[in-house]
């Protein structure tokens, strides 16, 4: 048997509704079922996955979780592929995690068919999994064996691979159980992308350990998020500013009549959580006169979970991410690693047992991402006043917030400098009050200006539409300092003049 703690956690729920997808409920006992049964397909005559990387595209849905959980009852390393992804950076995750196999749902067959017939990798379809129950004994799994790897955008040009372990992945969820007060009577909306932690761990994960109800909503759209909400069953809701943003303009485009039973539905929620990216004060206002929620606002990544957040009982403190979650330890540091001061700026060094095990195949990049005595180095940098943490941003401009994604501007200017007219480039994210940042090129021409529209095509090949710059200015030379280096901060006057 198995030794998972959120697959066995899970076992006593039974006949509980665990989650609605595509209008159907599906209960506790039908997930370990299906999940059960791609466990023993993945093994075949193998007693052990003994962590092979598994790929799957599929939509965040009861698909998505029962491959996600028959990947781990098999022994194996869950890698879940963004639905948005191009094919580029589907490549990429597939080749750095060696991956032999990928399982995707039948409207992603066709995406990844030609890619994995290029790269030698077995395509299985989730639909020809058989549904017909298959009596077999599953391997007992160790908590410290790795259970899943998740690509981040960092300070290199190409996604890193962070791996988690199955004790990390308990730790993330257990601390927010506690601190966020979750039960079994809490049913949660989930419009978030899968290949991320907020969406994997903070919603869908603490939804069913707690032995709640996890409601898809693979698509979002504004009008139907507050359709559900009226209808009275979700009582938690876990979103990125930008979404926050596109609630607050359907309410503010709908009749009086509409407004007013929007708002009282919103009433019944015990907490509204907003997190991936910094919430705007004048955002987090006009929610609240909307809605009468004040948004918890929290700080995590995708190598450490959530590290802080602002009380569930308590003042939510507008601007700030609060205190250390259970189990997490904190600290602000300078340039040589001291402890700095309250009320002073400093990086964030983390340390508990939901941090990462390692950065996948990147001995030296996992070492250089913790202090000798074993913190990590989250490269974003805050302040701790007043008892609350506040972040005021990162130690690197090359890593973007829009959206509720971290994007990487090195990447997108590797593949820039591939196109035949262009020279040079740099790329920034300009503040902006609906998406924290918008991703923002500069660009050095060859010859003849670029058509902004031809170049927004031929990029799409490469990146996800998220990461596909929106503004342009086409410049004779980038601002540089005396090594050479392009200056960033400088280069956002020239947007804004």
């Known amino acids: 048997m198995p030794m998972i703690s959120l ?9 509980s509704i665990a989650i609605i997808s595509a209008n159907k409920d599906y209960r506790y006992t039908d997930l370990h079922e299906r999940s059960d049964q791609i466990a023993a397909h993945l093994l075949g005559d193998s007693q052990d996955l003994h962590e092979e990387p598994i790929a799957f595209l599929i939509d965040p849905s009861f698909e998505y979780t029962a491959s996600q959980w028959g990947i781990w009852k098999a022994g194996g390393i869950a890698v879940p592929l963004c639905v948005l992804h191009p094919e580029e950076a589907m490549a990429h995750v597939l080749d750095d995690t060696d991956c032999l196999r990928v399982i995707a749902s039948r409207p992603h067959i066709a995406t990844l068919y030609d890619l994995c017939q290029r790269m030698n990798i077995t395509l299985i379809d989730y639909g020809s999994l058989s549904a017909e129950s298959l009596q ?16 981040t955008s960092g300070t290199t040009s190409l996604p890193k691979g962070v791996v988690s372990s199955h004790k990390n992945i308990e730790s993330q969820i257990t601390a927010l159980i506690e601190a966020w007060e979750w039960s079994g009577y809490d049913h949660i909306l989930n419009v978030l992308p899968l290949h991320h932690v ?21 698509r979002f759209n504004a009008r139907e998020v507050w359709h559900i909400f009226e209808e009275g069953r979700v009582n938690l809701f876990m979103a990125v500013p930008t979404i926050y943003f596109k609630l607050i303009r359907e309410w503010n485009e709908a009749d009086p009549v509409t407004q007013q039973s929007w708002s009282q539905a919103c009433r019944s929620f015990r907490l509204m959580v907003s997190g991936s990216a910094a919430l705007p004060v004048p955002v987090l206002e006009e929610w609240k006169n909307i809605s009468g929620q004040v948004l918890l606002e929290r700080y ?12 569930y009982n308590g003042e939510r403190r507008p601007g700030h991410v609060g205190q250390p979650l259970p189990g997490v330890q904190i600290r602000l540091v300078d340039e040589q690693y001291h402890d700095v001061q309250d009320g002073q700026a400093g990086e964030i060094l983390v340390r508990g047992p939901g941090v990462f095990k390692e950065y996948w195949k990147k001995e030296e990049a996992t070492k250089e991402g913790f202090t000798e005595d074993g913190w990590f180095k989250t490269g974003d940098i805050a302040v701790f006043q007043h008892s609350y943490y506040k972040i005021l941003g990162r130690n690197s401009v090359d890593i973007i917030k829009s959206g509720g994604y971290k994007i990487s501007a090195l990447e997108i200017e590797d593949i820039l400098r591939k196109h035949e007219q262009i020279e040079d480039c740099a790329v920034i994210g300009i503040e902006d009050l609906e998406w924290g940042e918008i991703v923002s090129a500069a660009l050095v021409v060859k010859r003849d200006p670029v058509e ?18 929106r503004y342009y ?14 200056t960033k901060n400088e280069l956002k006057k020239y947007f804004n003049g």
């Open 136 to 151: 077999r004994p599953l391997p007992d799994i160790n908590p410290e064996r790795r259970a899943m790897i998740l690509y």
């Open 473 to 486: 200015i086409q410049i004779a030379d980038l601002p540089r300092n005396t090594l050479g280096k392009v």
């Open 198 to 218: 907020h969406g994997i761990i903070n919603v869908l994960s603490c939804a069913l350990w707690s032995g709640g109800c996890c409601q898809f909503l693979p």
């Open 300 to 311: 995590g990544m995708t190598e450490i979970g959530m590290g802080l957040s602002n009380p």
């Open 7 to 15: 697959l066995e956690h899970t076992r006593t729920f039974n006949d």
């Open 452 to 469: 902004i529209e031809e170049l927004k095509t031929w990029l799409s090949k490469s990146l996800p539409s998220y990461k596909i710059p």
